[in-house]
């Protein structure tokens, strides 16, 4: 979480949005104060940037969430759990999905959770990892300079996705239907070189 005082912003940043080039983005930034708020994790386990608890101090501040496709942040997610980077998850592709759609008891939160979910309760309005930059810019009335992200939707999570069992690709639809509806994001598979619309909600 990052909080604006001057913007009277409070801006949510769930796992695999950016947070840390977000982070780097706005303390460049000339006469802009950005402050880092660590606090407990959506599930309470331990205390992380991640959290959803705004400060009592910052109650009345606009609130945003950070959004992204949720089958391109959980294919990131997968990429990231099993880089050896901070965790040494040991699964495939396969693998973490079937986990996602059916979560063993003890699976960490950050890897299952849907957007939807995390901000369950808040009244936040979204920006879109897909053209954050942009979104940033027209938040605080400044350019902000992020690394290339997002800037070929879809492709990589597409064919990961079709390369899924059918049992598995119909779990995640319905996994995501909520990010997709609220959001307004659009779920389509790439399988023998066609793309499938699912009936869920129109491209934004």
Known sequence: MFILPDRNVCLITPPRTASRAVHFALTELPGLRAIWVEGPEPDVSMITHHTT?????????????????????????????????????????????????????????????????????????????????RDLASLIGQEVSLPKIGELPGIAWQAALGSLPPSVQSGLQEWCRADCDLFNYFLRTHTSGELYHAPMSKPG
Do not use: M, N
């Open 53 to 133: 608890i705004v400060p009592r101090s910052f109650h009345d501040y606009r609130r945003f969430v950070v959004v992204r496709h949720p089958i391109d942040r959980l294919l990131s997610l997968w990429k990231f759990a099993t880089s050896g980077e901070l965790h040494q998850l040991r699964e495939t592709w396969e693998e973490f999905a079937r986990a996602t759609v059916s979560p063993p008891v003890d699976r960490c939160w950050a890897w299952y959770w849907p957007i939807s979910r995390i901000v369950e309760g808040l009244s936040a309005s979204p920006l879109r990892f897909e053209q954050l930059a």
